[in-house]
């Protein structure tokens, strides 16, 4: 198994976290460590690099930032999990479509344990529960490297993701675990799924204590 390093970052603002996540990526040599980062954002829109304008729809006083992920428009905001994985994928021997499927299926799972069925979908990256979207995937691929993530809606205000059209589909509603009369600690949480991910990648998680990204 390989060792990842675990850090829970807290409520942190999106762009500095975003940076970060760039500039660990650029300078990550063969032996730096994979790390998954955990985190919670202020209200923000993030908005992928084939992102169209007309799905943004009424952002209001919220900051709309344009990032160098896949995908279109997404909210983040207090009540939602975000992990982050900054992974070697050539040296996990895996390759972007694995990873994509690990971390849907990593959802998947930790959503089963709170008893709630959930899946994937071929057209369309993420997880669903029945037609309704729950969670949300990004990632951008480097030199062989991975950052960005996922976004789980846990309990959280929903109305920010009526401003938008979520992942640029018109219509699409989006839940949170909360509406399925679970709402457990985001620590909760957190654990469960570290646990769920490294299954599918046979990763060992590594608990570090750091608390900020400088």
Known sequence: MTDVEILDLGRVDYEPTWQAMQQYSLE???????????????PVFTQGQAGKAEHLLNPGSIPVVQVDRGGQVTYHGPGQFVAYVLLDIRRLKSDVRKL????EQSVVDLLASYSVTA???????????????????????????????????????????????????????????ADFGQRPPLQEVQQRWVAAFCRQLALKPQWKTLQTVD
């Open 28 to 42: 990550r040599e063969s032996d730096s460590p994979d790390q998954i980062w955990l985190v919670e954002h202020p």
């Open 100 to 103: 994509v499927t690990a971390l």
């Open 119 to 177: 899946r994937p979908r071929p057209d369309a990256p993420g997880v669903y529960v029945g037609d309704d979207k729950i969670c949300s995937l990004g990632l951008r691929i480097k030199r062989g490297c991975s950052y960005h993530g996922l976004a789980l809606n846990l309990d959280m205000d929903m109305e920010p993701f009526q401003r938008i059209n979520p992942c640029g589909y018109q219509g699409l509603k989006m839940v949170q675990l």
